[in-house]
C-alpha cells in the first residue's frame, strides 16, 4: 500500500518538496528534532496535495490512458485515497503545530494552495497564484520553527514565490499540448512553449537578481555564481522549446535552474 501511495502522489515533486524544506531547515538553524518533525509534517503535505489532484483528475487519467496512475488501474479506489488525503492533511498540521502554532498556519496556507489549485484553479488564468503563496509559505513555516522563530526576510519569501512560478510554468513545458486538448487553460497553457520557456528565464533573471542584490556582500561568493549558472541552464531551455520535436529536456533544465537558486538561497541564509 505505501509504495501505490507514493506512486500516487507525484513523487518527484514530492521528494524535490521535502527536500528543499531538508535544506531550508539547516539554512535557518532550526534544532534537529523541529527539522525533523516539520520534515515529516511537509512531507505529507505533499502526499495530500498529490494524492488528491490524481483523485480529481481520475478522468482525465482515464481518457489518457495512464495506466501508471494507481487510481486508473484501480489498485487504489477513490473512496480510500480521499481519506489517506484527510488523514495526510490532519497528520501535517498536527505535527506543525507541535512546533509552533505559525507552523501550522503556514502549512495550512501551503495545503490550502494546493488544493485550491487541484480544485479547479489550475484551469484559470489565475493558475499561478497558488505556487506563488505555496512557495512563499515553505520558507516561511520554516523559518518559524527556528529558535528564536520569526518571519524570514521579505525577499527569502519573494524568491520562493518566484520559485514556485517557476516550477508551475516549468511542468507545462512537456504536457502543454495534451493540458490544451483537455480543457486545461491555465497560464502556462495560454502561452506557446517558446513564451514559457521565455517567462521562464526572465523568472530566473529576477529571482538571481533579487539573491544577489539582498544577501549581501558576504554571500557573493555563492549566490553570484549560482545565480548566473541558473540564467544560464534556463536560457539552454528556452533555446532547447524552440524545437519542433517536443522533448522534457526544456523541463528537466528548468528545474535544474530552479535548484540552483534554491541553494543560492540557503547559501545566502547560511552566510547571512
Known amino acids: 500500500m505505501l509504495g501505490i501511495i507514493v506512486r500516487s502522489s507525484h513523487p518527484a515533486p514530492t521528494f524535490a518538496v521535502t527536500t528543499l524544506t531538508l535544506l531550508l531547515t539547516i539554512a535557518f538553524g532550526l534544532p534537529p528534532l523541529s527539522a525533523a518533525v516539520i520534515v515529516v509534517a511537509v512531507f505529507f503535505n505533499q502526499i495530500a496535495i498529490g494524492l488528491s489532484n490524481d483523485v480529481i483528475d481520475l478522468s482525465r487519467d482515464q481518457r489518457a490512458g495512464r495506466t501508471d496512475k494507481p487510481l486508473v488501474t484501480g489498485a487504489l479506489s477513490t473512496s480510500t485515497a480521499w481519506w489517506i488525503v484527510a488523514s495526510c492533511t490532519v497528520l501535517s498540521l ?3 503545530a507541535l512546533v509552533n502554532p505559525f507552523v501550522a498556519v503556514w502549512q495550512a496556507v501551503f495545503l490550502v494552495s494546493g488544493f485550491v489549485y487541484n480544485a ?3 484551469s484559470t488564468v489565475f493558475s499561478a497564484i497558488p505556487y506563488a503563496t505555496g512557495f512563499a509559505a515553505l520558507p516561511t513555516l520554516v523559518s518559524w520553527g527556528a529558535q528564536p522563530p520569526g518571519w524570514p526576510g521579505w525577499w527569502v519569501m519573494l524568491v520562493g514565490a518566484i520559485l514556485g512560478v517557476s516550477a508551475h510554468f516549468a511542468n507545462v513545458l ?3 499540448d495534451s493540458d490544451r486538448n483537455e480543457g486545461i487553460r491555465g497560464l502556462p497553457q495560454r502561452a506557446s512553449s517558446l513564451t514559457t520557456a521565455k517567462v521562464l528565464v526572465c523568472l530566473t533573471a529576477l529571482s538571481s537578481i533579487i539573491l544577489i542584490w ?3 556582500a558576504s554571500a557573493v561568493w555563492v549566490t553570484i ?3 548566473v549558472g541558473a540564467i544560464a541552464v534556463s536560457g539552454a531551455a528556452a533555446f532547447l522549446a524552440q524545437r519542433k520535436k517536443a ?3 526544456p523541463f528537466r533544465l528548468s528545474m535544474v535552474a530552479a535548484g540552483l ?3 543560492g538561497l540557503i547559501g545566502a541564509l547560511r552566510a547571512g
Do not use: E, F, N, Y
Request: hydrophobic share 40%.
Open 120 to 122: 479547479g484553479l489550475k
Open 214 to 216: 539582498q544577501a549581501g
Open 225 to 227: 555564481p549560482l545565480g
Open 94 to 96: 498536527t505535527l506543525s
Open 247 to 249: 522533448t522534457r529536456w
Open 174 to 176: 512537456p504536457d502543454g
Open 261 to 263: 537558486i534554491a541553494i
